[in-house]
Nanobody, 121 residues
């Protein structure tokens, strides 16, 4: 059974930064793609960023240039560095995993519980 545990969320002012972490356990982390999605109140869950097992990265247009996804296979952890945060980035951020990268949340097999990010104006 795969377990994903996110951390690092919180309250930050617009223009600030946060780094989210997602620790994985239960299978060979290095062989799988990892992704971050977010869901704001009253909105659909949306793709944020993903990283393949090889380290290729993919971003939603809304976060490109501001967010960076990375992975540390030795620590079984994926990170999301979020800079220049905006109020519209406020959401619950969840990590997910599957064998290959996809930008569709329905394709992912395992999910973390999510961590709240709130950006004040």
């Amino acid at each position: 059974q795969v377990q994903l545990v996110e951390s690092g969320g919180g309250l930050v002012q617009a223009g600030g930064s946060l780094r989210l972490s997602c620790a994985a356990s239960g299978r060979s982390f290095s062989s799988y793609a990892m992704a971050w999605f977010r869901q704001a109140p009253g909105k659909e869950r949306e793709f944020v960023a993903a990283i393949s097992w090889r380290g290729n990265t993919y971003y939603a247009d809304s976060v490109k240039g501001r967010f960076t996804i990375s992975r540390d296979n030795a620590k079984n952890t994926v990170y999301l560095q979020m800079n220049s945060l905006k109020p519209e980035d406020t959401a619950v951020y969840s990590c997910a995993t599957r064998p290959y990268v996809s930008t569709s949340d329905g394709d992912y097999d395992y999910w973390g519980q999510g961590t709240q990010v709130t950006v004040s104006s």
